[in-house]
């Protein structure tokens, strides 16, 4: 029977007592936050006086005088490191002469850690194997319009950003500038010199300040082209970027959206540092990071169809945009050009500079995510990615609470520290123990469980972060995701598991194993959620459905290699196998340490491994790896 309709004096007395309530909600938030904001304040204070404190003492004479007296304890603890580090090489690699060997492999190797000094030699020995004979091998030469929102930029870097794009190999472009009201003269003064320089540039000038969004707007609706490209005011295109886009357009004809690499330029220099090789499209990551960003080229017919970009969104407007348009296409058509074709410019007000330059930028990224996932169902909660919080994190448990878990434990000690850590899980244990190898043993826990998800772990922990197992459920539980693995920390506070890459068919490495803890890695990568075809066997979460449809473990694997099995067959299958830094573990003193190579274990019999070859026989080296990292977990330059 239907409820009786309310009068509008009754729905407005509702709508009173739910604006009240919200009101209230806002007014503790408020607090909590003013609250919040004065403790940080506080402790910011106590720490700057601990440190004048510390420095004080460090700079008396007596510290000085005393300096002979810490000598053995300095060293003794010095050593005791030292100790340590050998041991945990030699576990690594399964033996001493093994470890030698490898570290001689990589005292060998021509691969250099990312250091400018390195970066520099690196561009020396690259070409940009492009010149105007490649347009003409081009079937389909599309017309590319750069977009330019400008606003006051120094004349100088405007006018050697607008050189970049005359400089271009490839001839079909277009530019298109917009002044957004500008309060230079020059800069007015220069768009109207530029416009003479060349036909294929435009001057538009706004007639009131309208921001980032809007002036980019304008220049959408000033283009002609096929294709869009995004240009800052004062960065730079690489003589090769459009034709390198224009060929890949061609090499991918249904593409809607493309990138590339991108580097930075050290400001009053011209000396190009820090490169960001990027992943190929991963949309974990894409919440976590603006990983599309500079160079982002756009098919125009859809880029008009989201209607442009937002205003209210300026700071992560870019990735807002991409988010929308993402949502009306295909994976396979947001390609990745794995070329450096954009180069930033780190000036003062840049991002380029530091990420904190334009801190307004953070909060919005917030929002374009929350509403990207509100737009496609998905019931999450964005957070600030909690080691990194430039970044966003997103937390699924906002849609997943009570989720009922199987914890399969190889060793029942672990129990203890899960049961601290669990929130709202209803978690049954079961002991993994007992005859059988890795695939028996845990297939016989699902047998016994009725439950939402299933979480594996291989060894015995010390401790997890607080609401690690709910993390990675909510996670699993969402339609896309296959395998997730937590952050797993060694006892000296060193990265020990994580995602998998690997350089051979039957080599496979961690990912920032050994990293300190406080690291973030390459691209921030060491503490962002984000996508691997295969993730660490020591502790994995899968739905039950998602585990029975792959028919889950092949018992014809004795050892771990089953886990990795069953996340290559969900990667195949499309599914995404995430690993989820925001759920932590901390192995136990001496235990699970992960290989350096996982394959490389005397736990892993002959005829696992004969298997894993007839299973996997063209299983791509660097799989998910930029072509110009090392594919060894530390993303080292490849020199050739």
């Not at 017309?143 to 006018?159: C, E, G």
């Not at 380029?352 to 990224?365: P, V």
């Not at 394959?599 to 491994?609: L, N, T």
């Amino acid at each position: 029977m239907d409820e009786p309709r309310q009068t509008p004096a009754e729905e407005v007395k509702t709508l009173r007592r739910e604006l009240a309530a919200l009101r209230r909600d806002y007014l503790e938030t408020d607090r909590a936050r003013l609250a919040a904001e004065q403790r940080g304040d506080d402790l910011a204070e106590r720490l700057k006086a601990a440190r004048e404190e510390v420095g004080a003492l460090r700079r008396s004479a007596s510290w000085r005088a005393s300096a002979p007296l810490r000598w053995p304890r300095l060293i003794s603890l010095w050593a005791r490191d030292w100790q340590a580090t050998v041991v945990e090489k030699v576990d690594r690699h399964d033996g001493v002469f093994a470890a030698i060997k490898a570290l001689i492999a990589a005292w060998r190797s021509p691969n250099q850690p990312q250091t400018t000094e390195a970066y520099q030699r690196w561009i020396g020995r690259q070409s940009t194997r492009a010149d105007t004979a490649g347009v003409e091998s081009l079937a389909y030469q599309p017309r590319i319009s750069v977009l330019v929102p400008v606003f006051n930029p120094p004349p100088d870097l405007l006018k050697a950003a607008i050189d970049s794009v005359c400089r271009q190999y490839y001839p079909h472009w277009e530019l298109c500038l917009v002044d957004d009201c500008s309060t230079d003269p020059a800069v007015g003064a220069l768009l109207a010199e530029a416009e003479g320089w060349d036909e294929r540039i435009k001057a538009v000038y706004r007639s009131s300040n309208g921001h980032i969004s809007a002036a980019s707007n304008t220049a959408l609706e000033a283009a002609s082209g096929e294709y869009v490209a995004l240009l800052d005011q004062d960065d730079l295109l690489a003589e090769e970027a459009l034709l390198v886009v224009a060929d890949s357009i061609n090499a991918h004809p249904e593409a809607v959206i493309l990138y590339s690499d991108e580097d930075r330029i050290a400001e009053n220099t011209d000396c190009r540092i820090d490169p960001y090789f990027k992943a190929d499209y991963d949309y974990e990551l894409l919440l976590a990071q603006n990983l599309i960003s500079h160079l982002g080229v756009y098919r125009r017919s859809e880029m008009e169809a989201v209607g442009g970009f937002r205003e209210g969104f300026e700071g992560s407007q870019d990735l807002d945009l991409a988010l929308r348009v993402i949502e009306r296409i295909r994976p396979e058509q947001v390609i990745h050009i794995p070329r450096v074709l954009y180069h930033w410019r780190a000036v003062a007000g840049s991002t380029a500079l530091a990420n904190d330059e334009k801190g307004y930028a953070t909060g919005i990224a917030t929002r374009a995510v929350t509403e990207h996932l509100q737009r496609t169902g998905q019931q999450a909660r964005v957070e600030p990615c909690p080691d990194l919080t430039i970044f966003q994190s997103v937390n699924y448990r906002h849609g997943a609470f009570g989720l009922a878990v199987t914890a399969a434990l190889a060793d029942p000690v672990s129990q203890s520290p899960i049961e601290k850590t669990v929130e709202d899980a209803r978690v049954d244990y079961f002991d993994a123990r007992g005859e059988g190898g890795y695939a028996r043993r845990f297939n016989r826990a699902v047998a016994h469980s009725k439950a939402d998800v299933l979480f594996f772990l291989d060894d015995g922990i010390a401790s997890a972060s607080p609401g690690a197992l709910e993390h990675l459920g909510a996670w699993a539980m969402q339609e896309r995701i296959g395998c997730v693995a937590p952050r797993v920390w060694s006892t000296r506070r060193r990265l020990d598991h994580g995602g998998l890459v690997f350089s051979d068919n039957d080599a496979a490495h961690f990912v920032f194993q050994d990293w300190r803890r406080g690291l973030y890695g390459y691209g921030a990568r060491a503490v962002l959620h984000q996508r691997y075809a295969a993730l660490s066997p020591l502790a994995v979460a899968i739905a039950r459905s998602t585990f029975e449809s792959l028919d889950g473990f092949d018992e014809g694997f004795h050892s771990h290699l089953a886990a990795v099995d069953l996340m290559l067959r969900a990667h195949r299958a499309g599914l995404h196998n995430i690993w989820l830094p925001a759920a932590s573990l901390k192995l136990l003193p001496g235990r699970g340490r992960g290989k350096a190579d996982l394959f490389v274990d005397a736990r892993i019999p002959a005829s696992d491994r004969r298997r894993w070859r007839e299973r996997w026989p063209d299983w791509p080296a660097g799989e998910g790896v930029h072509p110009c990292l090392s594919a060894d977990g530390d993303y080292d330059l490849v020199f050739q």
